[in-house]
């Protein structure tokens, strides 16, 4: 099990105004920031990122939504990274998060939701590398 996991601050928090208020929870929730960017993904990169979800109906809207505006990317770390992380953001869909996750409090629907957190240890690594290199990590 690794300590460390993989979050995006996506658009619509950033454009919201609710990127400062969101990592400050991740904070007070016990991550270190080990890497940090304030970047806006080009439609290529969007797509690589999200090729997984490639032959998903939802694919086009997705990099179109991860595109429109800059995003906070970040590696994190602490002890059961992971599954904690994923504790702290709440569900995908912000009407079934718990109260005081971050997407209850800053989602505004299911494809709008604020963050991206990992899924896996293994998804954590690729997508932590596909922001920062060694160099950028602390």
Do not use: W
Not at 16 to 45: C, E, M, P, R
């Amino acid at each position: 099990m690794s300590h460390r996991t993989f979050t995006m601050i996506k658009p619509d928090a950033t454009a919201n105004g609710h990127a400062g208020a969101i990592l400050d929870q991740i904070l007070k929730s016990g991550f270190k920031v080990v890497a940090l960017k304030y970047t806006q993904l080009t439609l290529a990169q969007a797509q690589d990122f999200y090729a997984i979800h490639a032959e998903r109906p939802f694919y086009g809207e997705l990099v179109d939504f991860m595109t429109e505006g800059p995003i906070y990317a970040a590696i994190l770390e602490k002890d059961n990274a992971v599954l904690d992380f994923r504790k702290v953001i709440g569900a995908t869909n912000p009407a079934d998060a718990e109260e005081g996750t971050i997407r209850k409090r800053f989602a505004e629907n299911i494809g709008r939701n604020a963050v991206h957190g990992s899924d896996s240890d293994e998804n954590a690594a690729i997508e932590g590398s596909f922001f920062f290199s060694n160099l950028e990590r602390f």
